[in-house]
């Protein structure tokens, strides 16, 4: 990196200029709205005038240039200092800061994905670092390029878990293009911050984790500047001694501020106050330009470059199938890249990392981390990102989840061992309540294949589909349902197995399509013709498809699941048919908390199983008989 250039007093003057209009901006945007944090703004001021008008390359008039240095605002709660540093650039107009939590605006109280200058949705603190860490190791194992990633956090957000595993995450894979600067301004939301103003402690603990420390007074323009200015060879972190309130008399350093607009009169006092502060000069900053050297990437038309080559009778996991079909994706496409959580053999992820090994990240049993690297990964389209672990251990993610939902990044997971198929593991690792939590997410898709035929086709769908998609995989092997050729669609079911004289519809996914396949054959030895759906998405559900095939067999619908009846298969359909009077829905689900065992006792135990199916059909058709 380049020596440090001690900048020049007139540039010393100008950031201390910026950093106090950011001040003002952001107390007049907070008490126009009455809403927001400024004295949460106003600790950061001077490390957002250095950051993004002395070290940050890039185009102020095209923020998601894949050239720029990119920033995360961790901190969510100081967005209007972010917005009004896009006021100082010219990006936005300063009138635009007054619309502050409009319904109508494109500006809120913690930014979202709305403005381009917005890689990720913030709010929910301790999640930044760790997007960071994905744009970080995207820039330099997958872009080999020069753009750095800088993140700012809050000192209240260190007490997090999450931030601690992109630490470890970034010095395990020498991510010396990232920077974290950690706003230390000792108060949070209700109280002080657990090491207040201890900046030595924050050193120590960040020098463990094998980060490179640096304290500096983050009210001090020049040590800022010089700061950022020194050499990496490993991540850095910025330690700043803030004072939260800074610049407003009445607040600065103390509690009962946090989150609270200044009163009108008491705002005009300061502003005119910090107004006094600017002087004179001469000189206008630009931020500098940044390095041309990103490769261009187009995730246009990325297929499978040839249609799925099981054959009729063959067995084979959907687990297996699915590290199958990543590895096959990644053939084509070089900007498909997998992620794992230490369970690559169990979810086969591996079969990607041993084919395509450069574009395997290995981020071991931290899963909040492995989705927000993921985010990372996958903004401003630079590569296709497929994350994977068991379904269970995606639960503690979900907060994660949820942000990636909002920040609308297009990102891939894959859940294996869910349900009772997980067997002899016992109920910590079975996957029960994975589609109730997907299926809360806005916008979210969830694949539920059944077969290797399917789970190709989920693979290459969800690298087309925009947003959080989930696929769920099983343990055990199964037939293969399916012929290469069959057409597969996001929301369009398929009808497996009818007849004309068929008197019930049966919905199944999953392990339990291959049991009502089989309670089916079994019924029809008796005379009892059922129909047999699979979803193949359970979100978006294919209810026309479902409801139709309903009709044709006398309103009489039953669905099977290996999950719990709570938000599952079951409550999908069940909210569909809402308005429908003539329908009778029975639900089969896992009841309970399960025990260990072989899987198809559990089933049997649990009523899942071909048997239950069919004696589920045989007592909705007895009722029906009996009701006549």
Known sequence: MEDYHKPDQQTVQALRNIANRLRIHSIKATTAAGNGHPTSCCSVAEIMSVLFFHTMKYRPEDPRYFNND?????????????????????????????????????????????????????????????????????????DKSSYRVYCLLGDGEMSEGSVWEAMSFASYYQLDNLVAIIDINRLGQSDTAPLQHHVEKYQRRCEAFGWHAIIADGHSVEELCKALSQPRHQPTAIIAKTIKGKGIPAAEDKLGWHAKPLPKDMSEMVIKELQGRIMNSSKHLYPPAPIEDSPPVSLRNIRMPSAPSYKAGEKISTRKAYGMALAKLGRYNERVVALDGDTNNLTYSEIFKNEHPNRFVECYIAQQNMVSVAMGCAARDRNVVFASTLASFFTRAFDQLRMAAISESNINLCGSHCGLSTGEEG??????????????????????????????????????????????????????????????????????????????????????????????????????????????????????????????????????????????????VSAAMINESAFNLHRLAVPSVPRSGKPHELMKVYGIDRDAIAQAIRKMLSSSTNAK
Not at 87 to 93: A, I, Q
Not at 125 to 141: E, F, I, P, R, T
């Open 70 to 142: 990119r920033f995360i605002l961790s901190k969510g709660h100081a967005a209007p200092a972010l917005y009004s540093i896009w006021v100082e650039t010219g990006y936005l107009k300063e009138s635009d800061l007054f619309s502050l939590c409009h319904v109508d605006c494109g500006v809120e109280s913690h930014a979202v994905t709305r403005q381009q200058f917005m890689d990720v949705a913030t709010g929910s603190v301790g999640q930044g670092l760790g997007v960071a860490c994905g744009m970080a190791y995207s820039g330099k194992y997958f």
């Open 427 to 572: 109920p910590s690792l079975m996957g029960l309540e994975d589609m109730a939590m997907f299926r809360a997410l806005p916008s979210a898709t969830i694949f539920y294949p059944c077969d290797g035929v399917s789970v190709e086709k989920a693979v290459e769908l969800a690298a087309m589909t925009k947003g959080v998609s989930y696929i769920r995989t099983s343990r055990q092997d199964w037939g293969i349902i399916y012929n290469s050729n069959d057409d597969f669609h996001v929301g369009q079911a398929k009808v497996v197995y009818q007849s004309k004289e068929d008197q019930v519809t049966v919905v199944a996914a999953g392990v339990t399509l291959h049991e009502a396949l089989a309670a089916a054959e079994h019924l029809k030895k008796d005379r009892i013709s059922v129909r047999v759906i699979d979803p193949f998405t359970i979100k978006p559900l294919d209810i026309k498809t479902i409801m139709d095939h309903t009709r044709a067999t006398r309103g009489r619908v039953l669905t099977v699941e290996d999950h719990y009846y709570e938000g599952g298969l079951g409550e999908a």
